[in-house]
């Protein structure tokens, strides 16, 4: 998947609460993502050994998991976008969890 998008700036939503499966327990974090974009992606199919260049509009959640999902092709995740409070109260809990036997490494 070769991707890319531009957002539409009037539906910036700011500090919108976001989770990531990449990341054990309910951590969440304030993102800014476009609540509209206009995305450009190449569609492999294997089976068919086709490759479909894609333009398309994606509203709210499609929206929104695309910029995510792109951001973690960009080798980024939610400790890129945490603050320094946020990333050692997270770390502290982790931490935590890891000692009740919640989670492991």
């Given amino acids: ?24 327990g309910n951590i ?20 068919l050994f086709k490759v479909t260049q894609v333009e398309e509009e994606l509203n709210g959640l499609e929206a929104h998991v695309f910029q995510h999902e792109s951001e973690h092709l960009d080798g980024k995740t939610m400790i890129d976008r945490m603050t320094e409070r946020e990333a050692k109260t997270i770390t502290n809990r982790l931490k935590k969890w890891k000692m009740k036997g919640w989670i492991w490494p």
């Avoid at 009037?10 to 499966?21: I, P």
């Avoid at 969440?28 to 089976?47: M, S």
């Fill in 28 to 47: 969440y974090i304030k993102a800014d993502r476009f609540g509209k974009i206009q995305a450009k992606y190449t569609k492999i199919d294997p089976a």
């Fill in 1 to 24: 998947l070769f991707r890319s998008y531009v957002g539409v700036p009037d539906t910036l939503e700011k500090e919108k609460m976001e989770g990531c499966l990449s990341f054990p």
